[in-house]
Nanobody, 123 residues
Framework: QLQLVESGGGLVQPGGSLRLSCAAS????????IGWFRQASGKEREGVSC????????NFVDSVVGRFTISRDNAEKKAYLQMNSLKPEDTAVYYC????????????????WGQGTQVTVSS
């Protein structure tokens, strides 16, 4: 059974950092792109970042460029989103997503979702 489980969210002060993890199970991760999306209260879901199956291509929404880093460890079946210099506007539920194909874009088709993890940036 395919499953994606996010962890690492929490409360952090502006300027702080969090590292989100996505643990995959029930499939071989090597062949597929992984993405991170977020949805703030009352707003539409937004693509934050995605990484191709090879790890070579990494895309980011403009608002997080230079602050967020996406990575993956296929042997451990995990993907990560390192979030630095966090801002209050980063507050949202963050979701890990599986594309089920090798490439990705922030507007591409997403096949599976995790349950989400809350990130709150506040003093």
């Amino acid at each position: 059974q395919l499953q994606l489980v996010e962890s690492g969210g929490g409360l952090v002060q502006p300027g702080g950092s969090l590292r989100l993890s996505c643990a995959a199970s029930g499939f071989t991760l090597d062949y597929y792109a992984i993405g991170w999306f977020r949805q703030a209260s009352g707003k539409e879901r937004e693509g934050v970042s995605c990484i191709s199956a090879s790890g070579v291509t990494r895309n980011f929404v403009d608002s997080v460029v230079g602050r967020f880093t996406i990575s993956r460890d296929n042997a451990e079946k995990k993907a990560y989103l390192q979030m630095n210099s966090l801002k209050p506007e980063d507050t949202a539920v963050y979701y890990c997503a599986l594309y089920r194909y090798a490439t990705c874009s922030l507007n591409g088709r997403v096949d599976d979702w995790g349950q989400g993890t809350q990130v709150t940036v506040s003093s």
